[in-house]
């Protein structure tokens, strides 16, 4: 008998992204309107992408189990 796939969650695809050393790594939040009352240091911070806790990194895997 086959072994079943579990199917990829589509939202969870489009949000983060497993290294290469298994990190899941995710764009934040905050960065697409009212831009205008956020100072320069603040949307530099916000332009990179941070890694995800460990706790929840197990969670986000289960999500996204092929990438």
């Known amino acids: 008998m086959a072994k079943i796939k579990i ?5 969870a695809k489009k949000r ?3 290294t290469a050393t298994g990190l899941v790594v995710h ?4 960065k697409s309107h009212i831009l ?13 992408s941070s890694v995800v806790n460990s706790v929840d990194s197990l ?3 289960r ?3 092929y990438l």
């Open 36 to 48: 205008t009352s956020k100072k320069r240091g603040r949307k530099n911070r916000l332009k990179k």
């Open 16 to 18: 983060f992204k497993v």
């Open 7 to 11: 199917k990829t969650k589509k939202g």
């Open 27 to 30: 764009h934040k939040a905050n």
């Open 63 to 65: 999500l996204i189990p």
């Open 59 to 61: 969670n986000v895997k």
